[in-house]
């Protein structure tokens, strides 16, 4: 992620209390924090191999395609 350059707002003693981000900067740290949320509420579902995942799918595939 390309960082723009982020500018802050800060009180009258120059404390910096909140920051200004450039809206695709901000969309891509919303995603971020949807991935992040779904790797946490998928983490106890058990693991698949990529081999197990590519089979199913062809053999999905294949069954739909003869109907």
Do not use: C
Request: aromatic share 6%; charged share 45%.
């Amino acid at each position: 992620m390309a960082k723009e350059k982020l500018r802050f707002l800060v009180d009258e003693r120059g404390r910096k209390h909140s920051v200004v981000v450039p809206i695709k900067e901000y969309r891509e740290l919303l995603e971020d924090l949807a991935d992040l949320a779904t790797f946490a509420e998928r983490k106890d579902e058990p693991a698949e191999s990529l081999e197990s995942v590519k089979k199913r799918l062809e053999e999905k595939w294949q069954n739909t395609g003869s109907k």
